[in-house]
T-cell receptor, first 113, second 111 residues
Framework: GDSVTQMEGPVTLSEEAFLTINCTYT??????LFWYVQYPGEGLQLLLK?????DKGSNKGFEATYRKETTSFHLEKGSVQVSDSAVYFC????????????FGAGTRLAVHP | DAGVTQSPTHLIKTRGQQVTLRCSPK?????VSWYQQALGQGPQFIFQ???????QRGNFPDRFSGHQFPNYSSELNVNALLLGDSALYLC??????????FGPGTRLTVL
């Protein structure tokens, strides 16, 4: 079935370091791809999305490119801040009516000053 | 404009009891989805409601049921609670086929 696999955490970085969180997916069709962020004690917030191959989603300095050939959607940020500490979830959804999100297990990021 | 709201924030129940969680969607949204997020895991889709009907369901037993009201708000009911039902329950609202907006969740603890 359709699924999302993320790199295991926690990922621990110093402030201003470069961030990569890997995400790959298995899907029978061509889904839209998302990154959600969850801050402590809160629900999920959409960080960025891409709806077709080679699209790049970006927001708040984060970027991810939809790579159909490698079925990947890796999250990157050039310089992380302490405030980026959170859990990041990669997810996919198929368009056309029912939009059930399928999530990865999440990757916890801890950024230290 | 209020976002998605959920109540209660936290809930403690014992095994075998029943629980009802509530969700009010974002203004203008008519579709409500429920997800279960176990500790350290990603959210798992429970079901989705549109026009007061359950139109898609994930791999959850019949102990999990729901309802959507004419004002688009929704309830999630869980009967015969098990320890494994302890989780954060997230509600998300949307227009059909569009981006889902999540509420802050209800933390359910089953003792």
């Amino acid at each position: 079935g359709d699924s999302v696999t993320q790199m295991e955490g926690p990922v621990t970085l110093s402030e201003e370091a470069f961030l990569t969180i890997n995400c790959t997916y298995t899907a029978t069709g061509y889904p839209s791809l998302f990154w959600y962020v969850q801050y402590p004690g809160e629900g999920l917030q959409l960080l960025l999305k891409a709806t077709k191959a080679d699209d790049k989603g970006s927001n708040k300095g984060f970027e991810a490119t939809y790579r159909k050939e490698t079925t990947s959607f890796h999250l990157e940020k050039g310089s992380v801040q302490v405030s980026d500490s959170a859990v990041y979830f990669c997810a996919l959804v198929f368009s056309g009516g029912y939009n059930k999100l399928i999530f990865g297990a999440g990757t916890r990021l801890a950024v230290h000053p | 404009d209020a976002g998605v709201t959920q109540s209660p924030t936290h809930l403690i129940k014992t095994r075998g009891q029943q629980v009802t969680l509530r969700c009010s969607p974002k203004s203008g949204h008519d579709t409500v989805s429920w997800y279960q997020q176990a500790l350290g895991q990603g959210p798992q889709f429970i079901f989705q409601y549109y026009e007061e009907e359950e139109r898609q369901r994930g791999n959850f037993p019949d102990r999990f049921s729901g309802h959507q009201f004419p004002n688009y708000s929704s309830e999630l009911n869980v009967n015969a609670l098990l320890l494994g039902d302890s989780a954060l329950y997230l509600c998300a609202s949307s227009r059909p086929g569009n981006e889902q907006f999540f509420g802050p969740g209800t933390r359910l603890t089953v003792l």
